[in-house]
């Protein structure tokens, strides 16, 4: 078992134990303008994957990366995201066992009842559920195709926030010189 796997089976072991998770997820103070003010797609994603913030040019990315969207009902329900994330099987595997992690930790009944209705919804993530694995999916590439700008393959990076009780980053960026570095810079002029 990797270190994730040993983490995880521990927290389920002392599972009554668990603290509950009941407050309001808040972003720091100025984590906004700072969102606002990066050149790259970014955004501010909570325990149960809500966008609680995000800069334009990741909305352009994804219509679904604005604040108030559950970006796991996104993934696993909107035809659109299907589209958009060419590496969607890797995607979905990644999330999901990002999301047992987070559920291991502390018991949170708005969790468990985004789990319950994804079970019911969609088949794949409760394939996924079942195969029980622990673990975000590591940085990387991910491989989208934009209905305005075609293919991309972005660096992906998860930051998690300091004091924020859970709360992380996710930046999309372009390697220079490649294919899609003006292919980014074009969706940051709109498109």
């Known amino acids: 078992m990797d270190d994730a796997a040993t983490t995880h089976l521990h927290e389920l072991a002392r599972a009554d134990d668990r603290p509950g998770h009941v407050d309001a997820e808040r972003i720091p103070h ?3 303008t700072l969102v606002d003010q990066l050149g790259v797609p970014a955004l501010v994603v909570g325990r149960c994957l809500d966008c609680l913030a995000s800069n334009a040019l990741a909305r352009a990315l994804s219509p679904n990366f604005a604040p108030g969207r559950n970006l796991l009902r996104q993934l696993f329900l909107d035809p659109a995201e299907r589209q ?3 590496d969607w ?3 979905t595997a990644g999330v999901v066992g990002g999301l047992r992690q987070v559920a291991a930790a502390e018991a949170d009944p708005r969790l468990d009842a985004i789990v319950d209705e994804l079970r019911s919804q969609s088949e794949r ?8 694995d622990v673990g975000y999916r590591p940085a990387g590439t991910s491989h989208m195709h934009h209905p305005q700008v075609g293919e991309l393959h972005l660096m992906r990076n998860r930051f998690l926030i300091p004091d924020s ?9 372009a390697m220079p010189g490649t294919d899609s570095a003006p292919k980014l ?4 002029l709109g498109g």
Do not use: C, P
């Not at 993530?125 to 195969?131: S, V």
């Not at 009780?165 to 999309?172: A, E, K, N």
């Open 30 to 32: 100025g984590v906004d």
């Open 84 to 86: 958009l994330h060419v």
């Open 89 to 91: 099987d890797d995607a």
């Open 125 to 132: 993530f409760g394939t996924l559920w079942d195969r029980a």
């Open 165 to 173: 009780g859970g709360l992380h980053l996710q930046i999309y960026h």
């Open 185 to 188: 810079a074009a969706l940051k």
